[in-house]
């Protein structure tokens, strides 16, 4: 079973850029191709924001992007606004037709 | 604008069963593969289940499997989690989600074989298991 890491917490002033990692920590990395990005503010549900790694749905600003090198993927958020202040969720394929998620980060605007 | 509304969330005594109802709208419901997500209070997000848009396959994490039963009704677009033997630790906030079941370019569509994302989410129900 595949488990993801998060850091806990990210920080950032506005116009800056973060970048928020995700660990994938088994074994199966081929697995590791369909990742995802969810955005989640308080009391709101999540927000699809990258899929297949890299893409980005329709709406979404280019100033979100995914990438991903060898068992860690990446969420980078450039020219930072208030707005992106919000929990980030990664996820993955885990294998046996299951979904797994990150712990989250909490990301920080100062 | 697609549209997702959950119910049936309540409080619940350990050992007891609910069931969860997701009613969709403005969009095909039965072209569309289904999920449930689940956040605990103050916790991350936890991926449930799944089904495919006929019903035929169903999906569980290990977490729920044999407890939990996702169904469908497409005659009515709704979708359903029935949660049978409930425990304290399945207190959270239940989520449906839609799956995005293909992604297309301007030359070719690539479908999913899989229900790996979910681009289309209600505003939850709560379930609180507590004696």
């Known amino acids: 079973q595949s488990a993801l890491t998060q850091p806990r917490s990210v920080s950032g002033s506005p116009g800056q850029s973060v970048t928020i990692s995700c660990t994938e920590t088994t074994s199966n990395v081929g697995d590791f191709n369909y990742v995802s990005w969810y955005q989640q503010h308080p009391g709101k549900a999540p927000k699809l924001m990258v899929f297949?790694?890299?893409k980005r749905p329709s709406g979404v600003p280019d100033r979100f992007s995914g990438s991903k090198s060898g068992n860690t993927a990446s969420l980078t958020i450039s020219g930072l606004q208030a707005e992106d202040e919000a929990d980030y969720y990664c996820c993955s394929y885990a294998g046996s037709y299951t979904l797994v998620f990150g712990g989250g980060t909490k990301l920080t605007v100062l | 604008e697609l549209h997702l509304l959950e119910s049936g969330g309540g409080l619940v005594q350990p050992g007891g069963s609910l069931t969860l109802s997701c009613a969709a709208s403005?969009?095909?419901?039965?072209?569309?593969?289904m999920s449930w997500v689940r956040q605990a209070p103050g916790k991350g997000l936890e991926w449930v289940s799944a089904i495919s848009g006929s019903g035929g396959s169903t999906y569980y994490a290990d977490s729920v499997k044999g407890r939990f039963t996702i169904s469908r009704d497409n005659s009515k677009n709704t979708l359903y989690l029935q949660m049978n033997r409930l425990r304290a630790e399945d207190t959270a906030r239940y989520y449906c989600?839609?799956?995005?079941?293909?992604?297309?370019?301007?030359?070719?569509?690539?479908?999913?074989?899989?229900?790996?994302?979910?681009?289309?989410w209600g505003k939850g129900t709560t379930v609180t298991v507590s004696s």
């Open positions: 297949d790694v890299t």
């Open positions: 989600a839609k799956v995005l079941s293909e992604y297309c370019t301007s030359t070719s569509c690539h479908h999913y074989y899989f229900y790996y994302y979910m681009d289309v």
């Open positions: 403005e969009f095909t419901f039965i072209n569309y593969a």
